[in-house]
């Protein structure tokens, strides 16, 4: 992993070589839009360019239903703003979703027709929306949100070399930092600021070296438009690392449920109705211990962590209890693959179970006591689905019988 180093540039001079590079090598242009206050600067800063050179790019916006009504206005407004240069598709599909506040829910479906009348919002009406099963050759209804991603950008690139503008900064989290910098990557034209992600498709982050104050510096002095949402969260006392946008139920945006409530009252029921654990999620999400698995737990009496770990499993429904226990089958076989001989200790030292370099059943009970669906607290991955393999297959199909 490539550590950061500075240039003798401002990141706004940067972020426009970036953009204006990627429209020197790319003819076919997507962006990536999700109504933030990361993915608005982008995309002006996109357009300009486009602009300049009357390009007309592709636009996505994978709406979760379940947001704010202010983003939805936002995202409305940017794409009247530049509709004569963009090939807009906002997207409003069932498509499966993480609900981390409850173990008896732990997926939802947006837009999913069958629970219309407990929608958040209404479908947004105007061209460009898209509504229907059929529309995308490879969509099946609840087909994942990571698979989409990937099976949309393939599908728009036609078999050509196409360039997504992804609007992430390395600020906001590990993960996004590694996305820049791991060393092993596949890069276009060896550019650190871009990742291959499949055949002929690249990510780009054109502001991924932007700090947070970087982006309303950039508001202040431009005077283009953004979204309000982001005034109420400042003034709700929200600091600025952690105003974030995204659908309210997953594992990390459960946090910022609460908000909700306070932001936008007329939407609050709605949001609490629309899946199971919505309020109790916002009531107990910051809290700590063994109430969502976070910092230190503590055992009840008289009992072990492999004993508290099964106490908890007997107190999942079937459905969610046979989920986790094939997925603690799984990791116990890695590690055992791995070489590690001998049954799992009770716990470890800490700094050795944090950076998984030891399995434990502390580590097991922190996952249930989270409601860590995929066990992503024991470095494990969320699996691709079979409509995701039969995509792939579809792709083969077609090489072989058009080479």
Known sequence: MELKKPIPKNVLTSAKERIAYTFDNFDKILLSFSGGKDSSVMFHLVMEEAILRNRKIGV???????????????????????????????????????????????????????????????????????????????????????????????????????????????????????????????????????????????????????????????????????????????????????????????????????????????????????????????????????????NKITLPPNHTYKTFCNLLLSTLPAVSRDHYVERFKDHIKGWRKRGYVGNLPDSAPKELENEHWVPSWRRLCKVLLRNDWWCKGLGMTQPKSPAYAKFMQMKRNKNVTNP
């Open 60 to 294: 996505m916006l994978i709406d979760f239903e379940a947001q704010y009504k202010a983003t939805a206005d936002h995202a409305k407004e940017m794409f009247d703003l530049y509709r004569d240069y963009i090939d807009l598709h906002w997207i409003c599909l069932p498509i499966k979703l993480r609900n981390a506040v409850s173990t008896y829910q732990p997926t939802w479906t947006c837009w999913d027709k069958e629970r219309q009348a407990d929608w958040v919002r209404p479908m947004p009406k105007m061209n460009g929306v898209v509504n229907e099963n059929d529309f995308y050759p490879f969509f099946v209804p609840r087909l994942e949100f990571e698979e989409f991603i990937v099976m949309f950008a393939d599908w728009y690139s036609e078999g050509q070399p196409l360039a997504t503008f992804v609007g992430i900064r390395c600020d906001e989290s590990l993960n996004r930092f590694r996305t820049i910098a791991i060393a092993d990557k596949e890069t276009f034209n060896n550019k650190r600021w871009t990742t291959k992600v499949v055949s002929n498709v690249y990510n780009i982050y054109p502001i991924y070296d932007w700090r947070t104050k970087d982006i309303w510096v950039y508001n202040r002095i431009s005077s283009k438009c953004y979204n309000t949402i982001y005034d109420l969260m400042h003034q709700a006392g929200v600091p600025l690392s952690q105003q974030r946008l995204c659908q309210p139920y997953g594992d990390d945006q459960r946090r910022g449920l609460w908000l909700y409530h306070i932001l936008e009252p007329e939407s609050w029921f709605k949001v609490v109705a629309r899946v199971n654990g919505a309020n109790s999620g916002s009531l107990y999400i910051h809290e700590t211990g063994n109430v969502n698995g976070y």
